[in-house]
């Protein structure tokens, strides 16, 4: 099956992929976790955005509950609720970017702190199925296979989609790879699927 490329085509097969009972019903997926990856061009950044919103509104018409995360909406919500957000801002034009980011990703610690943070919204809101975006705003402090591995047990009721800026490949001499911005090798992550080689 060839892939659809233009933005006009991956939003057509996303809506009909999202809307379909066997996606919403998790077939064809053995025992593994309901999780997908939507890779697109990093440069696509702005419009990506804007579709997803569009696909939320189309889907959301069609009777399909979706729930829409941002992992660096939810990073602000952590370091605010921590009270150090504005601490954070004033000190990091003269801090060492290491100490910044040793900072940033304890505090965004996803196990300890940002799937907790997801889990709550995921028991708090009604869905069908959870987008996760944000990526690339929260690189390098957030690694998406650390999000994805930590998140196995608490998002494995209904599909999961990470919309990833970048490419997510599977080879069988290597294994599959999440390459964020298409270039900086983000880790090996098997446990989900490409949604545009989803057949419905």
Known sequence: ??????????????????????????????????????????????????DRRDLITRISNAGVAVLDLSLYDLSLQILEERGILEQVLEIEPETDKSELRELLQSVLDPQANLIPKIGEAISSTPHDVIFLSGVGEVYPFIRSHNVLNNLQSTAKDKPTVLFFPGSYTHALATGASLDLFGCLHDDKYYRAYNILNYEV
């Open 1 to 50: 099956m060839n892939q659809p490329s233009t933005r006009k085509e991956r939003s057509a097969h996303l809506f009909k992929v999202i809307t379909s009972q066997r996606f919403l019903t998790k077939q064809g997926l053995g025992n593994e976790v309901p999780f997908f990856i939507y890779p697109y061009d990093a440069k696509e950044g702005l419009s990506a955005n804007e």
